[in-house]
C-alpha cells in the first residue's frame, strides 16, 4: 500500500511540475512570416501561433516582421527590424532577462513585491518591479518610456540612473549620456558607477547580423523591379523563406552559391550565418 501511495505522490508531483513548467514558458499568440527563433545562432526557424520559445532563444523580426509572446499576464511583443532573447532563471523565485541587441519592444510586465524582470541592451538596463513600458535600442543609443508603473534606468558608460514614472522616458546616447522627460515632470538623475553592457551593440556580433541583412535586403534595387509581376517572389524573399534563387525572381543568385538576394548573389555582410532571408535564417549553398 505504502508502495502504490509513493508512486501516486510521484506522478502528482511530476503532473504539477508540467504544469508549473508549462504556465512559465513564453508562447507565441501572432506572428508574422517574418519572425523567427534560434537557439543555436546559425540556424533559424518560423513562430507560428503556439508555438512555444525556447528559454534562451533568440527571437528575430524582419522589416516587416512581428511577434507578440505571452506568458500568464505578461506580454512582449516585437516590432519590426527587432532581434532580442528571453531567459528565465529560477524555480520557485523566477527573474527574467531580457536582452535586447536592436529594435522596440513592448512589456507588460506582472506586478510583484520584488524586481523580476529586467531589460539588457548595449548602452543602459531597464529594472522593473510590473509595469507597461516601452524600450527602443538603435545603433547609438537606447530609449525606455513608461505607461504604468515605475522602471529604474541606467546609463553603462555615463554611470546615470533615473527611476522612470509613467508619461516619462528616458534616453541613453552612447556619447551624450543621459537624458529624460516628462509630460508633467521630469524623472531626477542620479550618478552611479560607470559598468559594462551585458550584450554588444548591433553590428559587432554574428547574431546582430540578422536583422542588418533584412534591412539591406529590403533596401536592395531587386526589391523594386517590376511588383507587379514579381510580387509572389519578393514575398518568399521577405518572410525568410528565399535561398538565393527565388529572392529576386529570376535565379541569377543561385549561381554564385551565396545566401543574398540583392541582385549579385551576395548577402552585403561579411557574416555567412546571417541574411538571405529576411531575418537570418539563409543557408550557404
Not at 543602459?124 to 504604468?148: P, Y
Request: proline content about 4%; glycine content about 12%; hydrophobic content about 35%.
Amino acid at each position: 500500500m505504502s508502495t502504490i501511495f509513493r508512486i501516486l505522490i510521484a506522478a502528482l508531483f511530476l503532473l504539477s511540475t508540467a504544469a508549473f513548467a508549462a504556465a512559465e514558458d513564453w508562447r507565441v499568440v501572432k506572428a508574422t512570416d517574418q519572425a523567427k527563433y534560434t537557439v543555436d545562432r546559425t540556424n533559424w526557424l518560423d513562430l507560428s501561433p503556439g508555438d512555444v520559445v525556447p528559454n534562451r532563444a533568440w527571437v528575430s523580426t524582419g522589416p516587416r516582421g512581428r511577434v507578440q509572446l505571452a506568458r500568464g499576464v505578461e506580454s512582449i511583443t516585437f516590432h519590426p527590424n527587432t532581434l532580442a532573447s528571453i531567459a528565465t532563471n529560477g524555480f520557485f523565485s523566477k527573474k527574467t532577462e531580457v536582452v535586447q541587441q536592436v529594435g522596440s519592444l513592448d512589456l507588460e510586465i506582472e506586478k510583484r513585491s520584488q524586481p523580476h524582470t529586467t531589460v539588457q541592451t548595449p548602452y543602459l538596463a531597464a529594472v522593473v518591479k510590473g509595469t507597461i513600458f516601452h524600450v527602443t535600442v538603435g545603433k547609438a543609443k537606447a530609449s525606455v518610456s513608461v505607461d504604468r508603473g515605475l522602471v529604474q534606468v541606467t546609463s553603462f558608460a555615463s554611470g546615470q540612473q533615473s527611476n522612470v514614472g509613467p508619461r516619462q522616458s528616458a534616453t541613453v546616447d552612447s556619447k551624450a549620456g543621459m537624458t529624460v522627460k516628462g509630460q508633467a515632470a521630469k524623472p531626477a538623475i542620479t550618478s552611479v558607477a560607470p559598468s559594462l553592457a551585458k550584450v554588444p551593440a548591433v553590428g559587432t556580433t554574428k547574431i546582430a547580423g540578422a536583422v542588418e541583412a533584412s534591412e539591406a535586403k529590403n533596401k536592395s534595387p531587386a526589391a523594386g523591379k517590376d511588383k507587379s509581376s514579381s510580387a509572389s517572389s519578393d514575398d518568399n524573399s521577405a518572410n525568410g523563406k528565399g535561398n538565393g534563387s527565388s529572392s529576386n525572381g529570376n535565379g541569377t543568385s543561385a549561381g554564385s552559391g551565396n545566401s543574398g538576394g540583392n541582385g549579385n548573389g551576395n548577402s552585403g555582410k561579411s557574416d555567412n550565418n546571417s541574411g538571405g532571408d529576411g531575418n537570418g535564417k539563409g543557408k550557404d549553398k
